[in-house]
């Protein structure tokens, strides 16, 4: 089955930087565009960046572009988010995502704290 797990979030200081990372598993992953989202509390999901099959096509929310970046291993089935200068307002739960034959699946995702 279609498993995607996230890992690498935790607690930093404002202008720190994290990795997250995102194994997947049950589909083609090299077929796959891949995403990033994020939910903070009371807030809705918000898509934070994105990534096309190959790699060579990226988009990012405004608010984090020039701080984060994601990347992928086609050959490791792996999703990446690299995140610098990270703000309190970065704080929320991360989640991969990947539509696969028309579904949306999703990770359990991370949780990522930033203190002012």
């Known amino acids: 089955q279609v498993q995607l797990v996230e890992s690498g979030g935790g607690l930093v200081q404002s202008g720190g930087s994290l990795r997250l990372s995102c194994k997947c598993s049950g589909f083609t992953f090299s077929t796959n565009d891949m995403k990033w989202y994020r939910q903070a509390p009371g807030k809705g999901r918000e898509l934070v960046a994105s990534?096309?099959?190959?790699?060579?096509?990226?988009s990012y929310k405004d608010s984090v572009a020039g701080r984060f970046t994601i990347s992928r291993d086609n050959a490791e089935e792996a999703v990446y988010l690299d995140m610098n200068s990270l703000k309190p307002d970065d704080t929320a739960v991360y989640y991969c995502?990947?539509?696969?034959?028309?579904?949306?699946?999703w990770g359990q995702g991370t949780q990522v704290t930033v203190s002012s």
């Open positions: 990534i096309n099959r190959d790699g060579y096509f990226v």
């Open positions: 995502s990947a539509n696969v034959v028309g579904r949306q699946y």
